[in-house]
């Protein structure tokens, strides 16, 4: 998982708690994702930032906020958890050939 | 929109046979990347094989090859000498560029588990 670093690796949330996940690269790319994965299904994308200061939605950005302080770290917030945001969290990076993607060893959200 | 097709949820095969994945996917775009990723039990994201759509030749990668018809929207992965370590979740993925123009994203289809046996 050399390149990007998530943190926590695991999460166990009540209904309506917040949270941050947070992710950092080392690789100085101006381009972060956050995908999300649920059970039986590939990734979808959150939210994505293509430098820093600047942040898009994906396909399923509801729930969340995202923030792109500076080129290495790429956070993203859950203000009030649901069930429905228990999932595992991908933050990506472009690999080493144009268009790729390189993946973060994910984080795993439980919310009761 | 770009829509990714794995019909496959499940597949098996013995060690040191021939397996074939398939996935089709829906686009209007001419130049695009497709690719695959193995998930295996530690949930990382691993990339297998990728193609460029302009390339009429399929990519290979060791024993991993593609089989890429454009027309057809077909994106097949052939694993050859199948391993015990090719037991997987495989996801075909497409590349898709946003509408804010400000970057390219993944679009991933359901996966296939795939369990090879001994």
């Known amino acids: 998982n050399a390149g990007v670093t998530q943190t926590p690796k695991f999460q166990v949330l009540k209904t309506g708690q917040s949270m941050t996940l947070q992710c950092a690269q080392d690789?100085?790319?101006?381009?972060m994702y956050w995908y999300r994965q649920d059970p039986g299904m590939g990734l979808r994308l959150i939210y994505y930032?293509?430098?820093?200061?600047?942040?898009d939605k994906g396909e399923v950005p509801n729930g969340y906020n995202v923030s792109r302080l500076n080129k290495r770290e790429f956070s993203l917030r859950l203000e009030s958890a649901a069930p429905s945001q228990t999932s595992v969290y991908f933050c990506?990076?472009?690999?080493?050939?144009?268009?790729?993607?390189?993946f973060g060893p994910g984080t795993r959200l439980t919310v009761l | 929109a770009q829509t990714v097709t794995q019909s496959q949820p499940e597949m098996s095969v013995q060690e040191a046979e021939t397996v074939t994945l398939s996935c089709t996917y829906d686009?209007?775009?001419?130049?695009?990347?497709l690719f695959w990723y193995k998930q295996p039990p530690s949930r990382q994201m691993i990339l297998v094989i990728r193609?460029?759509?302009?390339?009429?030749q399929n990519a290979t990668e060791n024993r991993f090859s593609v089989n890429f018809q454009k027309a057809a929207k077909s994106f097949s992965l052939k694993i050859s000498d199948s391993q015990l370590g090719d037991t997987a979740m495989y996801f075909c993925?497409?590349?898709?560029?946003?509408?804010?123009?400000?970057?390219?994203?993944?679009?991933f289809g359901k996966g296939t588990s795939l369990l090879v046996t001994p």
């Open positions: 686009t209007s775009e001419n130049n695009y990347y």
């Open positions: 993925a497409f590349m898709k560029l946003y509408p804010s123009n400000s970057g390219y994203a993944l679009n």
């Open positions: 690789m100085n790319h101006n381009s």
């Open positions: 990506a990076i472009p690999g080493t050939r144009l268009n790729e993607q390189f």
């Open positions: 930032s293509a430098s820093e200061g600047t942040t």
């Open positions: 193609q460029e759509a302009y390339k009429q």
